[in-house]
């Protein structure tokens, strides 16, 4: 405890440096830096390409945007599940292989997925929580687990010939389907964030031991946010079997390091506590659009793993530097 | 934080029970480990043919070495707090340089293997300086980097990787090669051999030992005249240079290079880490690692051999690390963290 | 002494003035071997501060977060206002009976706004409790009578003073409507200003009926608002004493268990000669904070000098740019001899033979699971290689000698360095910095949280190295350490160093009076309270 005391609580401000006043804007709208991103390069894609067909790329979007969202639930309570994109997978397998063929394939199957994708999420949040395990660890165990069960269930790709489902690849009525899977767990989490289990949340993944001991339940919030988490992965499952109109078991992994990029983009710090689901979005879409621009610009995709490499390194950094506390005398 | 478990004056408990003892020595030595090992490997002998066979013995060996040799760097890896995600795309950049550059650039392949090494330092010491100069986490941070490094090979390779090995690699690892005229090959000689010397290293060097107290106190260390910042570095360049050498002989292993070729191993040398019972930042060893890799390949072997899929050898070692973290690599209880 | 406690009476509704709200009765929790808390009993009344005290490591936290819901006793009971509870299974369930607490560390969550941290935990896990725009109402108001200066609600505590950091968790705790309220060395991080608005809001709280616990090493807080006070000792509650009935010296027998803490008898001849002894180190122009008084201060050869001050004053800072870890404006010197070399940082201070034991044993010293070897030998390990190989036989024999000198009461130097108590964990630290052979050795609060026996092994083998010709520069807070141990006390107040004495003149009133006395600041606080 050797921070300076300073009599007055509020003594005349200091004159901020531009980089500090920089650090400080972006700290306050940790999507900003994303969103700014995204706008540009969707200006120059849609510039190059004159025919954009947003409501396919929007489709194409989806599973990503999907993906960060579900793994940003548990990040921002303090927690971390990688095996989202298992999840996801798992999803799209028990519609196109399980549901549909019993029958199920019909509106049926959306509370059906959502219900099985918040029970896998608590059970992951379970782990955390009740065990105690290191959550990095404990959901790259899950995540090899349900990738064993997705790789059973479906040892070779199903492929989906009809149904509500493949509308979310194109339009529902006049919306397009992509708009849909993204908006409405966007829209349901805005309002979230502004009751009481939004507050809780932010507290508990911005620091545990304080929101335990003002009395927050942490134990029960988190699992919720890995629950939360869950409930979206089934979303983008369902998404991702739109875009591809089959469920393939080799998509167990396919998004992991894509969502940690893009929340990383996006203003979430992996520790917990900063940044939102809007911001995540914003990272996938930072990703989507850099893949779209290589096709663009002719650049061959064996590009594509060293700029993101280079991309998720560059945005764990500036998060970090972004998020430090302030400087403050003999600290 | 003035936590009084430390402070106050302790009191004579009770005498240690016999179920105490031998927590206590578990936690000196794996003996549980062993103990699942001889019994999966006697289930083995007795309801396979040819289980106990010299050959099947050798190959066990050699699959377990795989594992093992990718393990290294994640064990240094745990053992200062971090964890390395990299390991698969190291495998598989060891692997691209000696078989690939040697054909695509016209090298030999010593040239090969010493152009490896300072590749996989810089980029695995470069992990080692962000992670703690900006305080993140080594997860993001590896991956990151293990992504990174793949990409290189892949622009190097125009995205085409898949390479051959030439043939004296690939006694490396042969079932019927030999060692100095010993009758096994010499993947095993050369496992055994980086056991005994990282053993000296973690406990019989002083780089070792301030290698471990950075790992279980970070700021102690640091005050305690340790370079805490130059021990990260050295380990995650030390984790990329063994993974990108655990490629070389995996090269050797597999015959073809591709880029899933490392994708197994990195779970599966984590997984040997953790059931070894060596827990982040500390306490553990590379010889808990050996323990570990051979525990899994053994009951691995014994459970394919009985018809297990590759799905279900999955969620077994999802299982498995579940079971060994939730034993002894369990979090502070959030009473104690206030 | 020890006073017998009433047992509680039943009672169904809001106590009067002068009933018991909180009774606790034979209290105890086990760690493991180790025993925190052995037997607590005391009750507060409705409308009484009352005050708990004890020395580092005398079960204070460990009773507070019992009763605050976060450990579960191992037996006892508890009461608030007449209900019966066996433990408090969560903060929450203990806020539910009335009881709240404000902790001793600074609990805010950084990355949130003030009113959200004012709020926190008072809404149910998924339900909004109360109105927002109440929420804003009553922040804005405890605010007001806290702060001359409010925050906006809507700014983020992490911007905020420490200070006002603090102030936010206790209005955390006021805005909850409290029968009891706990403040943990919650005043340690106040400002002045900030400290007298709490207690005239303690005040007020005590004559609306509320129950206050103070837990405090400041005397004269105790002499301020305090009505009873209760001693705990090595974790029992060693008697309960009257406001008008007790002294400071009377405290410290109940606290200490005994009149004198150091044997004087090890500190005798040295004294005479230290004065013309050589100055090994100095500071110059040694600013702690901007715009604060530069230090000039010599140390010599063979001293022991006190750094003093109430909680946070810029000892901390003083002492840690001794060892080269302080980020200040002016120079510390060290003199060897006729050269003289400015101190940076860390590894030159060591290599000036300077050593610095920290003060938060576990965080910044232990390496836990680690054994008690390797503890030891951990800043000298070079001195143990052999051929190029550690040799553990090399470290034993080294640690040996330190073994008998500071009576370590180790098992085999083999296990765990937490199989020791704290008081010899301390000792092995010790060791690993004596053993870098240094000339000056800096001590942070070394005999926090340790057992009076261990600190009397302590004060020897201070006297001893004095003797020797080493300096030494201790930081305690506790005073009775200053008094009966030092040949020289810096005393320090808002990062400037105020006073100083030489043994002789020091005495307990003296040196407890110098750390207020500063500038005339009471009539400083009571200007701007008007």
Redesign the interface.
């Known amino acids: 405890m050797s921070t300076v005391l300073r009599r007055t609580s509020n003594s005349v401000a200091p004159k901020v440096p531009l980089a500090e006043s920089m650090r400080l804007f972006f700290r306050l709208r940790p999507a900003a830096f994303a969103t700014i991103l995204t706008v540009v390069m969707l200006a120059i894609n849609i510039a190059v390409q004159p025919h954009f067909g947003p409501v396919q790329q929007l489709a194409a979007f989806a599973p990503i945007a999907l993906a960060a969202m579900a793994t940003a639930a548990a990040v921002i309570g303090g927690g ?1 599940d990688l095996s989202i994109s298992a999840q996801m997978t798992f999803a799209s397998i028990l519609l196109v292989g399980y549901l549909t063929p019993a029958g199920l394939g019909g509106y049926i199957a959306i509370p059906i997925l959502l219900v099985v994708g918040a029970v896998l999420g608590t059970l992951n949040g379970l ?1 955390a929580v009740v ?4 959550p ?3 959901s ?13 269930l479906a ?1 070779t790709p199903v492929i989906l010939f009809d149904g509500w489902v493949l509308n979310l690849a194109s339009q529902v009525w006049f919306i397009p389907g992509a708009l849909l899977t993204i908006g409405v767990p966007l829209a349901l989490w805005s309002f979230f964030v502004r009751t009481a289990f939004g507050r809780n949340l932010y507290a508990i993944g911005g620091n ?2 304080t929101a ?2 003002a009395g927050v339940n ?2 029960l919030i988190r699992v919720a946010s890995y629950a939360i988490g869950g409930v979206i992965a089934a979303v983008g499952g369902i998404a991702l079997t739109a875009l591809v109109s089959s469920a393939d078991a080799s998509t167990s992994s396919s998004y992991v ?1 894509g969502a ?2 893009a929340i ?1 983009l996006g203003g979430i710090v ?2 917990g506590g900063r940044g939102g689901l809007l911001g995540a979005v914003a990272g996938a879409a930072v990703i989507f659009l850099v893949q779209n621009m290589l096709t663009l610009f002719n650049v ?11 991309l ?2 560059f945005a ?2 500036t ?3 972004i998020a430090a506390p302030r400087k403050e005398n003999n600290s | ?13 009770e005498r240690p029970r016999t179920t105490e003892l031998l927590a206590r020595a578990q936690s000196k030595f794996p003996l549980l480990q062993i103990a699942i090992t001889v019994v999966a490997f006697l289930v083995g002998a007795f309801t396979l043919d040819g289980f106990a066979s010299e050959n099947s013995v050798k190959s066990l060996l050699i699959l377990a070495s795989l594992v093992g040799l990718a393990g290294i760097g994640q064990t240094l890896a745990i053992l200062i707090g971090g ?1 390395d995600m990299s390991v698969a795309n190291f495998l598989v950049v060891g692997a691209v340089f000696v078989t690939q550059f040697t054909q695509l650039y016209g090298m030999s392949f010593t040239t090969a293997l010493l152009l490896l090494v300072p590749f996989t330092a810089i980029l695995g010491g470069f992990v080692g300086w ?1 992670c703690h100069r ?4 080594p ?3 590896t ?10 090979m ?2 190097q390779t ?2 085409t990787i898949a390479g051959g090995a030439p043939g004296w690699l690939m006694a490396l690892t042969s079932l019927r090669s030999t060692t100095f005229g010993l009758p096994f090959p010499p993947v095993i000689a050369i496992w055994a051999v980086v056991t005994v010397a990282l053993a ?1 290293f973690i ?4 780089v070792g ?2 290698m ?2 950075a790992g ?2 970070g ?3 640091g ?4 370079k805490v910042r130059r021990m990260w570095i050295v380990v995650f360049a030390l984790s990329a240079l063994f993974a990108g050498l655990a490629g070389v002989v995996l090269a050797a292993f597999s015959g073809t290079v591709n880029t899933s070729i490392g994708g197994p191993y990195l ?1 599966q040398s ?1 997984a040997a880490v ?1 059931i070894g019972g060596t827990v ?1 930042g ?2 553990g060893d590379y010889s808990r690692t050996v323990i570990g890799a051979l525990m899994l390949t053994v009951i691995t072997t014994v459970l394919i051999g009985h018809g297990l ?11 498995v ?2 079971i060994a ?2 034993l002894y ?7 104690d ?2 | 002494m020890d006073a017998k406690l009433r047992a509680p009476e039943a009672k169904t509704h809001r106590s009067e003035p002068g009933g018991v709200l909180l009774d606790v009765q034979s209290l105890s929790k086990r ?6 808390v052995r037997d607590a009993s005391f009750s507060i009344r409705a409308g009484e501060v009352h005050a708990l005290v004890g020395e ?2 005398s ?1 204070k ?2 009773l507070v ?1 019992i009763l605050s819901g ?2 579960a006793p191992n037996s006892g009971e508890i009461s608030v206002d007449g209900t019966r509870f066996k433990s408090f299974t969560s903060p929450r369930a203990s806020q539910a009976a009335g009881i709240v607490t404000v ?3 600074v ?1 805010s969550v950084g990355s949130r706004t003030v009113l959200d941290n004012l709020w926190l935990g008072a809404d149910g896990s998924f339900t909004t409790k109360v109105r927002k725009t109440d929420k804003a109402k009553r922040a804005q108001k405890i605010l007001a009578e806290l702060l001359e200066h409010p925050p906006r609600l809507d700014s983020r505590v992490e911007d905020l003073s420490l200070s006002d950091r603090q102030v936010c968790s206790i209005a955390r705790a006021l805005l909850r409507n409290p029968r009891v309220l706990i403040l943990d060395e919650a005043t340690s991080a106040l400002d002045y200003d900030s400290r007298s608005r709490l207690f005239r809001v303690v005040k007020r709280l005590c004559a609306e009926g509320v129950g206050v616990m103070l837990i405090t090493h400041r005397m004269d807080e105790i002499e301020e608002i305090g009505d009873r006070i209760t001693v705990l000792r ?2 029992i509650t060693v008697g309960t004493v009257d406001d008008e009935k007790w002294t400071t010296e009377q405290l410290v027998v109940m606290m200490t268990g005994s009149d004198h803490l150091a044997p004087a008898a090890a500190r005798v001849e040295t004294r005479e000669h230290v004065t013309d002894a050589p100055v090994v180190l100095e500071t110059r122009g040694l600013s702690l904070a901007p715009g604060q008084a530069p230090i000039d201060v010599q140390i010599r050869a063979g001293e022991l000098v006190g750094l003093a001050g109430l909680e946070g004053q810029g000892q901390d800072v003083f002492l840690k740019s001794l060892a080269g870890l302080g980020n200040v404006s002016g120079d510390v010197v060290r003199t060897e001899g006729d050269r003289e070399a400015v101190i940076s940082n ?2 030159n201070a ?1 290599s000036k033979r300077i050593a ?1 034991v ?1 003060r ?11 054994s008690i070897l ?1 503890n030891f ?3 000298t ?2 001195e ?2 052999r051929g ?3 040799s553990p036989r090399a470290a034993a024999r080294r640690f040996s000698d330190y073994v008998s000198r500071l009576s370590i009461k180790t098992g085999n130097t083999t296990n765990a360095i ?1 199989t020791l ?3 010899n ?1 301390q000792k092995v630290i010790i060791a ?1 910095w004596l053993a870098t052979k240094p000339e000056i050795l800096l001590l942070n609060d070394p005999t ?4 009076i026996n261990a600190k009397r092994d302590l004060y020897r083998l201070l006297g001893e190295l004095t003797a020797e010709g080493m300096a030494v520069v201790m930081l305690s807070t506790e005073v009775d350490e200053h008094v009966e141990l030092m040949d020289r006390v810096l005393v320090f107040d808002d990062f400037e160093c105020t006073h100083e004495f030489h043994h002789m003149d020091l005495t307990r009133q003296g040196l407890v009076a110098s750390f207020f006395g500063k500038d005339s600041r009471d009539e400083h606080g009571l200007a701007q309270n008007q």
Do not use: C
């Open positions: 971390i782990l065990l105690r395990l290191p990095i660890v404990a790259l165990a899950s995540m090899f687990i349900l990738a064993g069960i997705n790789l059973r040892p545990d031991a335990f001991s942490v134990g390091i940690i990029t990383a992996i520790t061959s995709q064996v590009w594509l793993n060293l700029v993101f490499g280079a998720l390194l764990v950094i998060g970090s530097i | 934080m003035t936590t009084l478990s430390a402070a106050a004056e302790p009191t004579i408990d964890v962000v900006f305080n993140v986490e997860l993001v941070v991956l990151a980097m293990g992504t990174f490094a793949l990409g290189l892949q622009i125009e995205g000296i406990h019989r060097t002083a030992r301030r471990l107290a279980a106190n700021r102690a260390a005050l305690s005249l340790i779970f984590l953790i982040f500390g306490p899929a590759t799905s279900d050898q999955q969620i077994l070692y999802g299982a690390i579940l973290m939730a690599g369990r979090g502070r209880k959030m009473s963290r206030v | 760690f493991g071997p180790t025993v925190a580092n490591g079960g936290s460990t977060k976060i450990h902790f001793q560390e609990l090595s974790g860390r590894e060591h610095y920290p938060e044993r576990r965080g910044e010293s232990l390496f836990e699971w680690m390797d030998s951990i800043a390990v070079n143990d290689v190029g190989f550690l937490t108590s704290g008081g964990q690993r926090r949280g340790i057992d």
